[in-house]
């Protein structure tokens, strides 16, 4: 849950971050990269992670 929040709160209001700097984010915060990965699957469909030039980016979808 708090995995989950934490990624909701980086990507709020429309926010694209690459996936590299969500885990490091989320990591700095002490939750571990599983962890990490078991949140992403569950905030389902809602969180978009796709590839933009050379880098993967995360966002929400509205």
Do not use: F, H
């Not at 708090?2 to 429309?14: K, R, S, V």
């Not at 962890?35 to 699957?41: N, V, Y």
């Amino acid at each position: 849950a708090q995995a989950q929040m934490l990624i909701l709160e980086l990507l709020a209001d429309g926010k694209r971050m690459p996936s590299a700097e969500l885990e490091k984010a989320v990591n700095e915060r002490g939750i571990s990269s599983r962890t990490m990965r078991t949140a992403k699957s569950r905030i389902g469909d809602r969180l978009v992670t796709e590839k933009d030039g050379t880098a993967w980016v995360c966002y929400l979808r509205d």
